[in-house]
C-alpha cells in the first residue's frame, strides 16, 4: 500500500515569484508514479505533472518542474513566476500495483 | 475536447433517500475510478473498473453503496439509504490502462457535490 503525506496545508506566493509545495511518500513497489493535480474553486481535478519512478530526469511542464529524490521518496513541485490563476488546491499523487493515492493537498494563495 | 461527464452537479437529499449518481467516461477509456472527496479525510478511492469488470470497491460501505457499469458509456453510483455522513463531493474518472500497472492519466468529471440533511 501508499502512503502520501503533504505537510503544508497552505502557502502563499508573491505573483512572479517561485514556490515549492512538499510531497513525501511510501511505498514498496518498485516501480510506480507520481502525480501533482490541482484543483481551482471551480472543483475539477486538473493533471499539472507525471513522473515515472524509473527516469531519473525530473519532469517538466512549462511554468511547473518536479524535484523527484526517489532516495529519500519525496516528490516536490515547483511552480516558477506564479500568477492569479495557480491559486487552488494541489494534491500530490502515486500509483503502482493499486490505483492513485492522494495527499491530503496544499492550499496555495498566490498575491498580486 | 473529450471529457468526463458527471451528473447531477449538486444534489440535495434527505436522509434516507436513495441518491443515484452518473459518470459518462471519455470516449474509448478503460478504466473508471469513483472517489470521494470531503475536508477531513481527503480523497478516499470508493470503487473502480477495468473493461466494465469491478475489480476492487472495498473503499465502499458495503450495505449502503453499491456501483456498477451497465455499459461502456455509463457509471454509477448509488446510495441507499443515504445518511448525512455521506454529504461529500463524489468525482468519477476514467483513464486508459496499457499496462498492469496504474501509471495512465486521470481525467476527472467535475463532481457532484451532495448534501444529505
Known amino acids: 500500500a501508499q502512503t502520501v503525506t503533504q505537510s503544508q496545508p497552505e502557502m502563499s506566493v508573491q505573483e512572479a515569484e517561485t514556490v515549492t509545495l512538499s510531497c513525501t511518500y511510501d511505498?514498496?513497489?518498485?516501480?510506480?508514479?507520481l502525480f501533482w493535480y490541482k484543483q481551482p474553486p471551480s472543483r475539477q481535478m486538473i493533471l499539472v505533472i507525471r513522473?515515472?519512478?524509473?527516469?531519473?530526469q525530473n519532469a517538466t511542464e512549462n511554468r511547473f518542474s518536479v524535484n523527484f529524490q526517489k532516495a529519500a521518496k519525496s516528490f516536490s513541485l515547483k511552480i516558477s513566476d506564479s500568477q492569479l490563476g495557480d491559486a487552488a488546491m494541489y494534491f500530490c499523487?502515486?500509483?503502482?500495483?493499486?490505483?492513485?493515492?492522494f495527499g491530503k493537498g496544499t492550499r496555495l494563495s498566490v498575491i498580486a | 475536447d473529450a471529457r468526463v461527464t458527471q451528473t447531477p452537479r449538486h444534489k440535495v437529499t434527505e436522509m434516507g433517500q436513495e441518491v443515484t449518481m452518473r459518470c459518462q467516461p471519455i470516449?474509448?477509456?478503460?478504466?473508471v475510478f469513483w472517489y470521494r472527496q470531503t475536508m477531513m479525510q481527503g480523497l478516499e478511492l470508493l470503487a473502480y473498473f477495468r473493461n466494465r469488470a469491478p475489480l476492487d470497491d472495498s473503499g465502499m460501505p458495503k450495505d449502503r453503496f453499491s456501483a456498477e457499469m451497465p455499459d461502456a458509456t455509463l457509471a454509477t453510483l448509488k446510495i441507499q439509504p443515504s445518511e448525512p455522513r455521506d454529504s461529500a463531493v463524489y468525482f468519477c474518472?476514467?483513464?486508459?490502462?496499457?499496462?498492469?500497472?496504474?501509471?495512465?492519466?486521470?481525467?476527472f468529471g467535475s463532481g457532484t457535490q451532495l448534501s444529505v440533511l
Open positions: 511505498t514498496s513497489e518498485s516501480d510506480y508514479y
Open positions: 499523487a502515486a500509483s503502482g500495483n493499486t490505483p492513485l493515492v
Open positions: 513522473q515515472e519512478a524509473y527516469k531519473q
Open positions: 470516449l474509448g477509456h478503460n478504466t
Open positions: 474518472a476514467s483513464g486508459l490502462a496499457t499496462t498492469g500497472l496504474w501509471n495512465e492519466k486521470l481525467f
